[in-house]
């Protein structure tokens, strides 16, 4: 059963070791429970209180969350007849932590639908560097985006955002795409 405790991160932890426990923390949280909703709730609560835990840039995170590919939510209504540039899939917007975001991205544009698109990881050391960045928030500065492949096919992103320039590294990356096997294999998609 989750408990409120799996959010408590120690003070002084190295980001590996923080990480460490989230993916730990994780696999508890999903153990028995199948429903990415629920799932990626909890999950996304997970990793704004590990953030909040490390010191700066991790500190500064201001979005934590994800976005799920439209036909993995119950009852989405059909697409409608479509331009060519309309009939890429779309993302919307998932269980998160942080201010208000845009609720819907297409594959291809932005960060989060270009990770969507390609199929891996995206990692963006100043936001206002990178083509056609969609700012839901004016205030982050660097972002990064993993995708959660089922099936070959990208099925949600986690996206991370935070207000410092080269806020995530390689180490973000790696624990963040082990995250997303985690979550591709726990959830029902």
Wanted: glycine share 8%; aromatic share 10%; with cysteine.
């Amino acid at each position: 059963m989750p408990h409120a405790d799996s959010s408590y991160f120690g003070a002084n932890a190295s980001k590996s070791d923080i990480y460490t426990q989230v993916l730990e923390q994780a696999q508890g949280l999903v153990y028995g429970q199948r429903n990415w909703v629920s799932n990626l709730s909890n999950v996304a609560s997970l990793l704004w209180h590990a953030y909040a835990a490390l010191p700066n840039p991790s500190s500064s995170v201001n979005w934590a969350g994800f976005y799920i590919r439209q036909d993995k939510f119950p009852n989405a209504p059909a697409p409608a007849a479509a331009t060519e540039s309309q009939k890429k899939p779309v993302l919307w917007l998932g269980p998160f932590q942080g201010r208000p975001a845009c609720q819907e991205i297409r594959f291809g544009r932005g960060v989060c639908g270009t990770a969507a698109e390609k199929r891996e990881t995206v990692l963006v050391g100043d936001v206002l560097n990178f083509p056609g960045h969609i700012a839901c928030d004016a205030s982050s500065r660097s972002e990064i985006v993993v995708p959660i492949l089922a099936g070959g096919e990208t099925v949600a992103i986690i996206d991370v955002d935070c207000t410092e320039p080269d806020g995530f590294d390689e180490v973000d990356k790696k624990y963040l795409e082990d995250l997303a096997k985690l979550l591709a294999d726990a959830c029902d998609w």
